[in-house]
């Protein structure tokens, strides 16, 4: 039985290997990658000595043994993952810039993990987290549904429900979307947004508002602002503590919130207070932007403690 569980997509990413070569001409890619934000979050969270279990689908062909070789290899539960004869596994393409930012081309359509369902309660049993991404609630309404429904089945066998939005701008004025993204933002008790996400989902022009109506619900515990190279803050209903970012040489942000909200949930299990679980997190999702590949860091407990540590 895993302690996390996490429900969502699978996919690979095959990406640019020069920066500024747009994805409309020709060029040179490197991949496929293992990838899709769940699958790097149960990931790292299982690379660092937790037991992590992911309910999804994949094709059977290539791109789906990329993946489930990564997770199995590192050891995520991965009994609840479709393997479909008919459905073939998404893909991500990818170029950057040299500003750092990114634009993507997903060939997703309904992908075996669209066709996942809820887990029976006997698989659940012992969950103290369960992780939503707001991705993953965008792809396709069934799927949604059955991610909800898990996340209640999860909160009613004593889990946590923690939550990182990721949730573009215009879908926010999509009343569906909204009523999906409020549903779980009320049963979730860690939020880990970014700042544009913390003032697109709450309407709020500042983040000090922001936060507090975040807090108008009962159930949320803490809040993680995650602000990039910048650190992060963590908010409580008794105070705020800003964390400093690690200093690195970046090489590839993909993937690197992910593995943040992981390495958090890790810290919370292990016991850790709030301050020391943000910079486990940040420890990891530094050493997952020191390398090209959205789940490629080195994260281990060794690594994370060395760079918490200084460690060069």
Request: aromatic share 6%; net charge negative; hydrophobic share 40%.
């Amino acid at each position: 039985m895993a302690d996390i569980w996490i429900m969502g997509e699978m996919i690979v990413e095959i990406m640019r290997i020069e920066e500024g070569v747009l994805l409309d001409q020709p060029g040179l890619f490197k991949g496929p990658f293992p990838s899709g934000a769940p699958a790097i979050f149960i990931d790292t969270a299982a690379r660092l000595g937790h037991s992590a279990g992911i309910i999804g689908g994949v094709g059977k062909d290539d791109f789906g043994k990329n993946i489930l070789n990564r997770l199995r290899g590192d050891g995520v539960d991965c009994s609840c993952v479709m393997e479909s004869d008919t459905g073939a596994t998404g893909v991500a393409f990818v170029t950057y810039f040299s500003d750092g930012s990114r634009k993507f081309i997903f060939h997703m359509g309904n992908t075996p993990a669209a066709e996942a369902k809820m887990p029976g309660r006997e698989v659940m049993n012992g969950v103290r987290f369960f992780h939503v991404m707001g991705c993953s609630l965008l792809s396709n309404k069934n799927f949604a549904k059955e991610i909800l429904d898990t996340m209640k089945l999860a909160k009613s066998l004593g889990a946590k429900i923690s939550f990182d939005p990721n949730i573009r701008k215009e879908l926010m004025h999509d009343q569906e979307v909204s009523g999906i993204v409020g549903e779980v933002m009320a049963n979730t008790n860690i939020f880990l947004p970014g700042v544009d996400e913390l003032l697109q989902i709450t309407g709020k022009s500042t983040v000090e508002t922001a936060v507090e109506a975040c807090f108008e619900n009962p159930e949320l515990e803490i809040l993680v602002l995650k602000n990039g190279s910048r650190g992060c803050s963590i908010h409580t209903r008794e105070g705020k503590s800003d964390i400093c970012a690690f200093s690195i040489e970046p090489v590839d942000a993909t993937g690197a919130g992910d593995c943040f909200d992981g390495a958090f949930i890790c810290g919370l299990l292990e016991g850790r207070d709030l301050i020391e679980a943000a910079r486990m997190a940040s420890a990891a999702g530094a050493l997952n932007t020191m390398a090209f590949g959205p789940m490629e860091g080195k994260i281990s407990p060794d690594s994370v403690k060395a760079m918490m540590e200084g460690v060069k």
